[in-house]
C-alpha cells in the first residue's frame, strides 16, 4: 500500500467538506499532537 510523504517539520492538515460542516484535523510533526476542529463552511473561518 502507498503512504503519502510526511515532513517532519511541519504541520499536515486533512479536511473533511460537507455542505453544512467542515471538519478540519492537524498533525504537529515536530510534537506528535493532534489537532481536530469543526467548522461552519465558511471560507473565511476555514482559511483562518
Known amino acids: 500500500m502507498w ?3 510526511v ?3 511541519g504541520t499536515s492538515v486533512g479536511l473533511d ?3 453544512r460542516s ?3 484535523c492537524g498533525l504537529d510533526g515536530r510534537s506528535g ?3 481536530e476542529r469543526r ?3 465558511d ?3 476555514v482559511a483562518a
Open 3 to 5: 503512504e503519502a510523504p
Open 43 to 45: 471560507h473565511g473561518e
Open 33 to 35: 499532537e493532534l489537532f
Open 22 to 24: 467542515v471538519v478540519a
Open 39 to 41: 467548522l461552519c463552511p
Open 17 to 19: 467538506v460537507h455542505a
Open 7 to 9: 515532513s517532519g517539520n
